[in-house]
């Protein structure tokens, strides 16, 4: 069972650059989410969306771009990486109609550095 | 201000202890779920509590809601090395609630 599948789960940026970390769920989920994790910050909520063609922000878009164009996936873009963005950025689904008493499937993670 | 106060953020015991982790706020809430973290993985969910004063038992752990639905507890029976790990509560927040936001966690060692 594939579930939650991220990709690519380890890079290493140079400041300036760009990236695009790609998510797919196999579930027929309608929503899903961007998550990054620091050190003594916990969980923080990038952008979500609640279904294919919709995105919206979450606690710390900027600097972060989405794109939803397909159900299955759901892709964050970094246009300028900066070293402030290095983290693990975890994906996340959930399926419709239980809103936040759902349960979150969670991917393994993607551990980006940027120098 | 954050939604969500955990604590203690660490805690690291002997195998076979009792423990209890907290999840305070001072808002209100409809349901409250608890996740495990392991390391180099993404978080599993354990249970969500959604009236108040509801407990809730999977073996060892014990979840309570408060009845004031502000905060909620998880106490773990003879710890064991397995339950090593970043335990975090989440509730719904924002527009429609189809945000989720954590608490940053308590980071849990059991030692043998």
């Known amino acids: 069972n594939a579930g939650v599948t991220q990709t690519p789960k380890f890079r290493v940026l140079k400041t300036g650059q760009s990236m695009t970390l790609l998510c797919a769920q196999d579930m027929n989920h309608e929503y899903m989410y961007w998550y990054r994790q620091d050190p003594g910050m916990g969980l923080r909520l990038i952008h979500y969306?609640?279904?294919?063609?919709?995105?919206a922000k979450g606690e710390v878009p900027d600097g972060y771009n989405v794109s939803r164009l397909k159900k299955q996936n759901f892709l964050l873009g970094l246009e300028s990486a900066a070293p402030s963005q290095t983290s693990v950025y975890f994906c996340?689904?959930?399926?419709?109609?239980?809103?936040?008493?759902?349960?979150?499937?969670f991917g393994e993670g993607s551990r980006l550095t940027v120098l | 201000t954050q939604l969500l106060e955990q604590s203690p953020q660490f805690l690291s015991i002997q195998e076979g202890e009792n423990l209890t982790v907290y999840c305070n706020s001072s808002s209100v809430f409809s349901s409250l779920q608890w996740y495990r973290q392991e390391p180099g993985e993404g978080p599993v969910l354990l249970v969500t509590?959604?009236?108040?004063?509801e407990v809730k038992k999977l073996k060892r752990l014990t979840f309570q809601f408060g009845d004031a639905r502000k905060d909620s507890s998880l106490h773990i029976t003879a710890a064991q090395p397995g339950d090593t790990g970043l335990y975090l509560c989440a509730v719904g927040s924002g527009a429609g609630s189809y945000q989720l936001t954590f608490g940053k966690g308590t980071k849990l060692s059991v030692i043998p």
């Open positions: 996340a689904s959930k399926e419709i109609g239980t809103t936040y008493t759902g349960e979150l499937f």
């Open positions: 969306s609640v279904g294919e063609g919709t995105t």
């Open positions: 509590v959604v009236t108040g004063g």
